[in-house]
């Protein structure tokens, strides 16, 4: 697939098959998604591997699809405010270069915000000056969903005089 291609077709995926993905491929991935922009070069962007034991308390509705593998990635928030804000961005930029790297590889994800209540942020270790940017799933999809409808992008363009 070309990089158009792998962009347009990419999917949040919520149903998985139980094959693992292999870790060399993982670590790939995240070699890639580590090209990510940042400024200053705070490569603020961390990644814990969840465990069967840490996975089993959080708390969620689908079982995560049965996805065999789940991730969270954190972002340190830096000395400034604006620096944490950056490095939010630049951990979500992180993100989705992961997520490319392996839909083109035919390895699909799901990016959830479930991380965000403080009960799961401390059920994750996450420490007290990171963000928790996503909880992602990694696995191959048992289904794609369609497409979801999108605004046209003409009526997000705005010319400035
Ligand atoms: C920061 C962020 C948080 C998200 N959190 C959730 C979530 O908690 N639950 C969920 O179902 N999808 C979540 N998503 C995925 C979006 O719902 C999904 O990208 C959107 O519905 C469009 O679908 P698509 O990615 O398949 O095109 C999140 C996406 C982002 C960028």
Redesign the pocket.
């Known amino acids: 697939m070309d990089i158009l291609d792998v962009i347009k077709s990419?999917?949040?995926i919520?149903k998985f098959k139980s094959d693992s993905v292999q870790l060399d491929l993982i670590y790939s991935w995240l070699e890639a998604a580590k090209m990510a922009p940042n400024h200053r070069m705070t490569e603020p962007w961390e990644v814990y591997f969840v465990g069967p034991e840490t996975r089993a308390k959080l708390k969620h509705k689908t079982d995560f699809g049965n996805v065999p593998l789940l991730i969270a990635v954190l972002s340190k928030h830096g000395s400034t405010a604006i620096e944490k804000e950056e490095n939010a961005l630049a951990t979500?930029c992180f993100i989705q270069n992961f997520n490319l790297a392996a839909w083109a590889e035919g390895v699909g994800t799901?990016?959830?915000?479930?991380g965000i209540t403080a009960k799961n942020r401390e059920i994750l270790s996450v420490p007290d000056d990171y963000n928790l940017?996503?909880v992602l799933g990694i696995g191959y999809p048992e289904m794609i969903?369609d497409?979801?409808p999108r605004t046209s992008i003409k009526n997000k363009i705005k010319n400035l005089p």
């Open positions: 990419r999917r949040n919520k979500a799901f990016w959830s915000s479930i940017v996503g969903p497409p979801k």
